[in-house]
């Protein structure tokens, strides 16, 4: 496997499995400890602040975590570039990438807060449907939230810096305590009477701690600031501009079928289909998001070694990983989709939405796959690529979602938004194997083979147990697949795992207790 040598320090970082492991796995906590943090407190934030008001805070949540999608790819350039940097032993370079970075980024963010403000009136009075008695609180509130602005894309620099040296512990140190600060700061808020403006004000305060972390920890564990050339900036945006065209196109090829459902059946369709995409998406994507801003920070070292083989050979046990943990939690949603609607919900839900879950449960599993060859190929400086795919795909997939949903209407808009990822997914390992020499052999040697016919045979006793359970009692109902999904656990282990993957696993555990 390839290796980081941190220069000028003993230290050694090697990026071994073990490496990709704890990262991801320190990824995975930063993701899952927030939501749970979220689930308890948005009906106590709800009561606090009325339904009115935290309608609009929901909206300055949405806008807070999208402002870092105009960030014109420069917190992933900042992992990928410093990554590079140090694979070299070039740590002096570090410090004037990072430097064009946040220099950049602040100035985006600058420009992208005083936009937010001076729109924000137009934004409350005529795309809002805001109550006349809290309009100008709503106002007040907006514009205030330009200020968290710079402060998120500032911090997309710093965060990606540390992610490329490898420092994934510091940077959900600082980002976990921030996001559940974020719910935190609107509970208290909402207990104290606060309001609207006085909630955004202490979330603009969270965001404001959260990059002085950032900043404490960089210069503590990574590098400081010095100038930086012209040229330095132009690399920067030459790789992440193509970054930021998927991160403006992606958020429409995942959510404009809702537009275009509630334009052409109705607004109870988009809560059919909303419903089984949050479930699914929000269960599986949690895995291969963790898994990717590891792989990509790893895969960056790797490409500036010009280590074919460790990037090979990570590459086919990632998506070897992915496919078992993320066909388990597929075939369970394939499988017990009427169910799990059922007995969240309501009957209703199980009638119009089942086959919607079963249809994007697919195509959520073949989507995490794939974020194993897109980050191979941004790491190698393929960004143009990625970017390229969503262009491409975008004409294509909004005809194509207009005429399944006017034909299959809920149906039809996952098989739509399935469909599409499957293509892109398809074209993402196809580029990997033209360019990156990814071949078959990978797969092959990492044991994918055991992993997929493992998988068929557990969603096989899975349908067996969905066809008896209908004739039991509820619990057994329930405890069936619970038995199953344990079975598939010691299965696993000791059929579909090699010992490569065990000793891996076991030498993690051991280090932990």
């Known amino acids: 496997m390839g290796e980081i040598a941190a220069h000028g320090s003993h230290n050694r970082v090697l990026i071994t499995g073990h490496v990709l492991l704890r990262n991801s796995l320190l990824n995975l906590m930063g993701q899952v400890v927030p939501l749970f943090v979220g689930v308890a407190t948005v009906p106590l934030i709800v009561r606090g602040l009325g339904p009115e008001r935290f309608g609009l805070l929901s909206i300055a949540w949405v806008v807070l975590s ?111 305590p921030a996001a559940v600060g974020i719910y935190l700061a609107a509970l208290v808020g909402g207990m104290l009477g606060l309001g609207l403006v006085g909630v955004v004000a202490l979330i603009v305060g969270v965001r404001a701690l959260a990059l002085i972390g950032l900043l404490v920890v ?24 193509w970054v930021g065209v998927s991160n403006v196109v992606g958020p429409i090829l995942l959510y404009g079928d809702r537009v275009l459902l509630g334009f052409l059946v109705s607004t109870a369709a988009v809560g059919y289909y909303a419903v089984p995409y949050e479930v699914v998406t929000r269960a599986m994507w949690v895995l291969s998001t963790a898994a990717s801003a590891a792989l990509f920070s790893s895969f960056s070292a790797w490409a500036a070694l010009g280590d074919r ?69 941004q790491a190698h400086g393929r960004s143009d690529l990625t970017g390229k795919f969503h262009l491409a795909e975008l004409p294509i997939h909004i005809v194509a979602v207009w005429l399944l949903i006017s034909v299959w209407g809920v149906t039809g808009a996952a098989v739509a938004w399935a469909a599409r990822v499957v293509i892109d997914s398809a074209l993402l390992f196809w580029a990997a194997r ?34 008896y359970g209908v004739h039991v009692g509820a619990t057994l109902q329930w405890s069936l697949p619970v038995l199953v999904l344990l079975s598939l656990a010691v299965v696993g282990w000791h059929v579909l795992l090699d010992d490569v993957d065990r000793r891996v696993i076991l030498a993690w555990v051991r280090k932990k207790w």
């Open 66 to 176: 999208y402002s870092a999608v105009f960030d014109l790819g420069l917190g992933r350039a900042s992992t990928k570039f410093v990554a590079e940097a140090l694979a070299r032993g070039e740590r002096e370079r570090v410090s004037s990438i990072v430097a064009a970075a946040v220099t950049a980024q602040g100035i985006l963010g600058v420009v992208g807060g005083l936009i937010f403000v001076l729109a924000a009136p137009v934004l409350v009075s005529a795309w809002l449907k805001v109550p006349a008695p809290l309009m100008a609180e709503a106002t007040e509130a907006f514009r205030l939230l330009g200020l968290a602005v710079p402060l998120v894309m500032v911090s997309g620099s710093l965060s990606g810096a540390l992610q490329g040296a490898q420092r994934f512990d510091w940077v959900n140190a600082v980002q976990v």
């Open 309 to 377: 083989d460790a990037l090979s050979k990570a590459f086919g046990r990632a998506v070897k990983y992915l496919l078992l943990l993320g066909g388990g939690a597929a075939a369970v949603f394939v499988v017990f989709a009427d169910l799990v609607l059922g007995f969240w919900l309501e009957p209703d839900y199980a009638e119009h939405s089942a086959l919607a879950m079963r249809v994007l449960a697919v195509g959520v599993l073949v989507n995490s796959l794939a974020n194993v060859p897109y980050a191979a190929l």
């Open 218 to 241: 960089y210069t503590h564990c990574v590098a400081g600031f010095q100038p930086f050339p012209a040229s330095m900036l132009r690399i920067l945006l030459s790789f992440g501009g």
């Open 434 to 467: 033209q360019i990156l020499d990814v071949s078959g052999r990978s797969f092959q040697e990492a044991g994918m083979g055991r992993v997929a016919v493992g998988l068929l045979g557990f969603s096989l006793v899975l349908a067996v147990v969905r066809a």
